[in-house]
């Protein structure tokens, strides 16, 4: 069995879990530390330490690392988002497989000048949209395929989170539409419940990359924190295949609830959770798959491997199987155009420990009807929703609202 010989960009904030399973596939003996790199050496010293002692040599500069190692089988990129189109072309230029943080691109052009330079390479680039990897949603998405619950009508996703002002304090892009001229656009459909969104248009086209087409995008972005990006969502989606995607999703719930999608179709309904937990209704049987407990990043550094060493294996997400994503959160925010503050009367407010939370009235209740009607929260009449248009993908090929000063 191949060893792969792997470097890793970025070892601090989600490079930390990187560094992680960096260490553990090297002592199973898949993987090899070859190299790794960051421009602050201090932002995760343990980490650092630890990829040294493993063999990693270490560097500040990633260009630098790439022209030393012409030997790599595979960079890992858990650089900020706005590197991340520069890095992957620099590794795709040299052959070398790509395994890449989500977002993959904040903007479509980013994304389609990526792909057009992974075109005419032997370079792989998996997209670590790691929901898509876990035994469940893989069942679903089998099931879907092979017709089981015939033509797909309805996906419906839905996502309840609490996230306080810490959250947004964390990092200083938080909650930015644009940072540093950088596009960022984060908040629910791109960020925290990127997954969600990303699963719901997998789900529509039965994992079938062209099936799951976004045509147009009604979306209606909202925020009650006082930050640019969206912590509450509502988005209609019609694709490719004919499936017509709902998603809703909120940062301001009391309570952290599990996300699930429901897909309907001509003969049965499946819905999968978060829990990695799929319940199958076709006709009168009715049947639940749970899956056992699964590091799923894990699962896409080990599938990714498995399509290095076969090129028959197919990756659980890649590049283009994201164009889809990336498509639909451009269009959510053309669509919207903006995105609307909730009025203080519709808001609780309450301290928790050194933070503070910021809640929706009954959002929980709100999202639970536009779910079952297929609704967005101008049409149920909510008092803080403002109605928006339809926004038309057909040719649509670049962002520019927000006018960041450089991008």
């Not at 089988?73 to 520069?86: N, Q, R, Y």
């Not at 009449?381 to 109605?387: G, L, M, R, S, T």
Request: hydrophobic fraction near 40%; include cysteine.
């Amino acid at each position: 069995m191949k060893i792969i010989r792997a470097a890793l960009i970025g070892v601090g904030g989600f490079g930390k879990i990187h560094v992680r399973h960096f260490l553990e596939l090297s002592a199973l003996g898949q993987l090899e530390i070859t190299a790794f790199s960051d421009i602050n050496p201090d932002v995760n010293k343990e980490g650092w330490e630890r990829l040294l002692a493993s063999g990693g040599t270490p560097y500040t500069d990633y260009r630098t690392m790439l022209d030393s190692h012409p030997e790599l089988d595979l960079v890992v990129i858990a650089s900020p988002i706005p590197m991340h189109k520069e890095m992957a072309i620099e590794v795709f230029k040299r052959g070398i497989h790509v395994l890449l943080e989500k977002p993959p691109a904040v903007t479509i052009q980013d994304l389609d000048e990526m792909l057009n330079a992974q075109k005419g390479t032997t370079s792989l680039c998996q997209v670590d949209f790691q929901n898509t990897s876990g035994g469940a949603f893989r069942k679903l998405l089998d099931t879907i395929h092979s017709g089981q619950i015939g033509d797909v009508l309805h996906v419906t996703g839905t996502g309840l989170w609490k996230r306080t002002q810490a959250y947004y304090n964390r990092t200083g892009w938080a909650g930015k539409l644009v940072f540093k001229g950088n596009y960022v656009l984060d908040g629910t459909i791109n960020n925290p419940l990127a997954h969600l969104l990303n699963n719901c248009l997998l789900a529509a086209g039965g994992g079938v990359v062209e099936q799951g087409k976004p045509l147009n995008v009604q979306a209606e972005l909202y925020h009650a924190n006082p930050i640019e990006g969206d912590d509450t969502s509502c988005l209609r989606i019609y694709t490719q295949s004919g499936a017509i995607v709902h998603f809703y999703a909120s940062l301001c719930n009391e309570k952290e609830e599990t996300p699930g999608i429901t897909v309907k179709g001509t003969l049965g309904e499946l819905i999968w959770k978060y829990d990695n937990t799929l319940d199958i209704r076709i006709g009168s049987e009715h049947s639940l798959h749970t899956s056992p407990t699964e590091d799923y990043v894990r699962n896409m550094y080990l599938n990714l491997f498995a399509a290095i060493r076969d090129q028959n294996v197919a990756l659980y997400s890649s590049l283009e199987m994201c164009r889809n994503f990336v498509l639909a959160v451009n269009g959510a925010f053309e669509s919207s155009q903006e995105t609307h503050q909730i009025a203080e009367p519709h808001l609780t407010k309450t301290d928790e420990s050194s933070t503070t939370f910021t809640g929706i009235k009954d959002i929980k209740n709100t999202i639970a009807e536009a779910a079952a009607k297929g609704l967005l929260f101008s049409e149920l009449d909510v008092p803080w929703a403002i109605a928006s248009k339809p926004f038309e993908l057909e040719g649509y090929s670049e962002f520019k609202l927000f006018a960041p000063a450089s991008s």
